[in-house]
């Protein structure tokens, strides 16, 4: 019941970080610098720092729900990663680092996401797998891509002028 609610939970602060960003972004006129600094650190800490706590702590059922092998190091490993990303993220934002640092964890973050989502979705595919989150996860990253395209490629704009 808790990792359903970690997931409901997961969605809702990446929801409310599109909402408030994009309210921050189009406050007066438009700045993605201001919208991406406001969402990254939210979405990785609501995805990676999620899952991470979830692969330590629940490691058992989060397996089980996922259709995974139970016990396996490289569970651990993966949420040692995410939670590496939260922590970079979270480096980023207070130090005030800028743009850069902060497309820099993102796109890492989001790499590994993209490919955990490639690799739920062969699962469900190969194994017929077909547990909530072997489905839903590529569909989801895809969705969070599309989100963050536009204020990424205006940030970049802005970075080569």
């Known amino acids: 019941m808790i990792l359903k609610l970690l997931d409901i939970f997961r969605i ?3 929801s409310l970080a599109f909402f408030f960003g994009y309210r921050i972004g189009f406050a007066n006129g438009y700045d993605p610098n201001a919208q991406l600094h406001f969402m990254i650190p939210l979405i990785i800490i ?3 720092g999620i899952s991470g706590l979830e692969g330590l702590l629940f490691a058992r059922k989060s397996a089980e729900m996922k259709g995974f092998e139970v016990g396996s190091n490289y569970q651990r490993q993966s949420a040692i990663s995410m939670l590496s990303y939260t922590f970079a993220a979270v480096l980023v934002y207070f130090c005030n680092w800028g743009i850069k640092a902060e497309l820099t964890i993102f796109f890492a973050f989001i790499f590994f996401f993209f490919f955990s989502g490639l690799n739920h979705g062969i699962d469900a595919i190969q194994r ?9 996860r590529p569909f989801i990253t895809l969705l969070l891509i599309a989100g963050m395209i536009y204020p990424i490629i205006m940030a970049l ?5």
């Open 12 to 14: 809702g602060v990446v």
């Open 157 to 161: 704009k802005i970075l080569q002028n």
């Open 128 to 136: 017929r797998n077909y547990k909530w989150q072997n489905i839903n």
């Open 46 to 48: 609501a995805i990676a």
